[in-house]
């Protein structure tokens, strides 16, 4: 059981360039997460998603984009990329309610720095 | 506006010893806690999970507590090894959300 598999782990992307996140849950978790983590700081929900198709705004959205196409597949897009998007971002999903020690199931994150 | 901070941001200990990491919020209109544990260059782990109905979880060594009213949650670790080596964040999911506010995080550092 992979859980939630994020990729590329590491990625330098240059000024002006666009990339796309992968992110993908084998857990048939209905509601999936994008978070940025900065040294030092907490983490803060970029995009969130509730099922397939519907998408909305977290607390740092400008730059992004994202889409649900399926319950599994969770995109994180960063058009005209900046040195203010460098950062660890993370996928999540949980499952509605969330069940007794297990809310939510985190990927392992992909390392991003913008020059 | 929900606001959750962790004391203290780091801490150092030996081996053997019991601690309280803490964690408060602001807004008590919550439906549940989760306590993750991160170590260096990896992604989350769940440690325990209290529902707003709940006012205590365990896990082996680990016991989180919620004290709703007064906007705070500690997570407890019994006699500490240095596996437990690891920042700890806290988070709190507000009623009629599905967004996780998370703390900064406590840096644990056990050193035998």
């Known amino acids: 059981n992979a859980g939630v598999t994020q990729t590329p782990k590491f990625h330098i992307l240059k000024i002006g360039q666009s990339m796309t996140l992968q992110c993908t849950q084998d857990m048939n978790h209905n509601y999936m997460y994008w978070y940025r983590q900065d040294p030092g700081m907490g983490l803060k929900l970029i995009y969130y998603?509730?099922?397939?198709?519907?998408?909305d705004k977290g607390e740092v959205p400008n730059g992004y984009n994202v889409s649900r196409s399926t319950t599994e597949d969770f995109p994180l897009r960063l058009e005209l990329a900046a040195p203010s998007q460098t950062s660890v971002y993370f996928c999540?999903?949980?499952?509605?309610?969330?069940?007794?020690?297990?809310?939510?199931?985190f990927g392992s994150g992909t390392r991003l720095t913008v020059v | 506006k929900q606001e959750v901070t962790q004391i203290p941001a780091a801490l150092s200990v030996p081996e053997g010893e019991n601690l309280v990491l803490n964690c408060s919020f602001t807004?008590?209109?919550?439906?549940?806690l989760q306590w993750f544990r991160q170590d260096p260059g990896k992604g989350l782990t769940s440690l325990l999970l209290i529902q707003s109905s709940q006012r205590e979880q365990t896990s082996g060594r680990l016991n989180a507590s919620l004290d709703k009213s007064s906007g705070r949650s500690t997570l407890y670790i019994a006699a500490s090894q240095p596996g437990d080596s690891a920042t700890y964040l806290c988070a709190v999911r507000r009623i009629n959300t599905d967004k996780l506010i998370f703390g900064t995080g406590t840096r644990l550092q056990v050193f035998p």
């Open positions: 999540a999903s949980s499952a509605y309610p969330p069940k007794a020690n297990y809310g939510y199931t």
């Open positions: 998603s509730v099922g397939a198709g519907i998408t």
């Open positions: 807004d008590s209109a919550i439906y549940n």
